[in-house]
């Protein structure tokens, strides 16, 4: 059985491949539309498909429309029509719209698709869609679930539990109680874009969280049953944040000066944050019953709070997939529609985060040449890269499956050397133009990375740069770049088998420095990360990329 997933609803549009139960392909529109997280979250946009994800999922699995056995889209408007509150919306029509745009979904897959789909279509419950996309790829047998992200239809975070091919939702909390969107507006607030909260995290490593703690307590409110959000400080329907205005003052401007209040703020909102999240695990570890925890929802790309879930010690094993903000419902709707149909899970294949296209050397060299430019072939490129790295250059590395999710994984990466105090800095000025006081992580040999960092018992998840894990003591100041103002990194750990080539480049400079990892940041420039050898290219041209790897395949700044 072919089932295709979308998701469209809000953003971070994306499409993915189940062929038989095993997840063939998964891609984020963003990386071909060029537009970051593919489009915004309105109200009149759920029927805005990812075509060109889509088009390559069938490609890449060479299967036509009428393959196609199931459509699994990862929102399901009757649902919304069941659970929607008319207090929700400041005027009634705009929920009309939603769902009227809803309605044009099934057409609009027709018309992609080329033929009817009909009954074949289904839509899935937009957390069930998230808890999918972390359970079945888990491999564990059973697991307690936890889902939190913005808005589903009506929840915002979820208490599931699932238990072979079956998941059963145990308790939801409802909109407008939204931690995913109080990060939304605290990041709004401190003038950075809604889809920052990343930096919001970044920053809190800066932060007082005891200057604003009360406050914070005041906004999330935690509480035997779980927690709720404080309405009237959220502007809660108007959308405007009146209760960050009263604590911080009017919002930031983007190009105002950051100040220790915003840091005290910041830290504060992420130890509310992880005392809410710990309030619903000890209310899920009670009502499962289980030793296994899969997290999923965007806030799941909180690292600084997977971490302490994972302290936290309730759980043996922890899951969290690569993608675990909305484009990972795609993936996870194919699979809940797969075991829905099937009756029964499919065997674990093992999860991975290489599910994008992949381009062989003939399209690689052809790419170059369309460029005006020449390729250069090296014997040992994971050498070469290496060394290129250890003499201070930045070294774009592309090859094999671009990962799906938002963390490059060494095959849509910049690699560069942490062991400087100053490639941060030069890395902002020459590619990345971020803000200074945002991380950058290292990708670690797996078998040597607890020499380096407390990373606790290895998980799969450790893999996809889920976790803040503490340096150790002496090894820090031997790793400055990568190292954040608390002293943790946002590990990848690197396994042979999970990625040879880039295992391998990392192994080269180990055996060069003495120090098993690299600096890895996503290969583009304020814009989605590149997907195509064309798009690396550009990239490299239009910054200061010292040298380019595609496969063996690699230009320098000089050529
Ligand atoms: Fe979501």
Redo the contacts with the bound molecule.
């Keep these: 059985m072919n089932v295709l997933g979308i998701n469209s609803v809000?953003h971070e549009s994306s499409a993915a491949l189940v062929v038989d139960g095993k997840v063939v392909a998964a891609c984020e529109e963003e990386r071909f539309n060029r537009v970051k997280h593919a489009k915004q979250s309105r109200i009149d946009n759920p029927h805005e498909l990812p075509e060109q994800a889509i088009r390559f999922c069938l490609d890449d699995a060479a299967l036509k429309a009428s393959d196609i056995d199931r459509v699994a889209y990862s929102f399901d408007p009757q649902l919304r029509r069941a659970q929607y509150r008319p207090e929700w919306w400041p005027d009634g029509r705009m929920e009309a719209q939603f769902l009227g745009c809803l309605d044009e979904v099934g057409g609009a897959i027709d018309k992609i698709l080329g033929r009817k789909s009909g009954r074949a279509l289904k839509f899935v419950p937009?957390h069930l869609a998230?808890a999918a996309s972390a359970f079945y790829p888990s491999g564990f047998d059973a697991a307690a679930i936890l889902i939190i992200?913005?808005i589903?239809e009506a929840a915002c975070s979820t208490l599931a539990r699932g238990e072979g091919a079956r998941i059963e939702i145990i308790e939801t909390f409802s909109y407008p109680h939204s931690l995913g969107f109080v990060w939304e507006n605290a990041s709004i607030h401190l003038g950075f874009s809604p889809y920052d909260a990343a930096k919001v995290m970044g920053l809190a490593a800066y932060g007082d969280p005891d200057v604003y703690r009360r406050q914070l307590a005041s906004i999330i409110q935690l509480s035997e049953d779980g927690y709720q959000v404080d309405l009237a400080a959220l502007g809660f329907p108007s959308y405007e944040p009146k209760g960050f205005e009263l604590l911080l003052g009017p919002k930031r401007k983007p190009e105002e000066e950051i100040l220790p209040q915003h840091m005290h703020f910041a830290a504060a909102l992420q130890d509310a944050t992880n005392a809410a999240v710990l309030a619903l695990l000890r209310r899920l570890e009670r009502a499962a019953g289980l030793k296994r925890l899969c997290v999923a929802?965007?806030v799941a790309l909180n690292c600084v709070t997977n971490e302490l879930i994972r302290r936290n010690g309730a759980f043996a094993d922890i899951f969290i997939p690569s993608a675990p903000?909305?484009a990972g419902?795609a993936l996870g709707a194919a699979l809940a529609v797969h075991c829905a149909e099937a009756g029964q899970r499919p065997p674990p294949s093992g999860a991975t985060p290489y599910l994008g296209p992949q381009f062989d050397e003939r399209e690689v060299v052809a790419a170059v040449k369309a460029a005006g430019l020449t390729p250069r072939r090296s014997k040992n490129a994971a050498r070469d890269a290496a060394d290129m790295v250890a003499d201070g250059n930045i070294v774009g590395w592309f090859q094999g499956r671009m990962e799906f999710g938002p963390r490059a994984l060494g095959n849509r990466s910049l690699i560069a050397d942490p062991r400087r105090p100053d490639t941060r800095a030069i890395l902002n000025g020459r590619v990345k133009h971020r803000e200074d006081f945002r991380p950058f992580a290292p990708s670690v040999l797996a078998e040597r990375a607890d020499e380096w960092f407390e990373i606790g018992p290895h998980l799969a998840s450790h893999e996809y740069m889920l976790f803040a894990c503490p340096a150790k003591a002496g090894r820090r100041e031997r790793i400055p770049a990568v190292i954040h103002q608390d002293g943790t990194a946002r590990v990848q750990l690197v396994q042979r088998t999970a990625n040879p080539r880039f295992h391998e480049l990392i192994s080269c400079f180990y055996q060069r420095t003495g120090v098993p990892l690299v600096l890895n940041t996503s290969f583009n420039d304020s814009e989605p990360i590149v997907c195509t050898p064309a798009h690396a290219i550009a990239t490299f041209r239009s910054t200061g990329i010292d040298a380019l790897f595609m496969g063996n395949i690699y230009l320098t700044s000089e050529t």
């Design positions: 809000f937009h998230h992200d913005g589903g929802g965007g903000h909305d419902t």
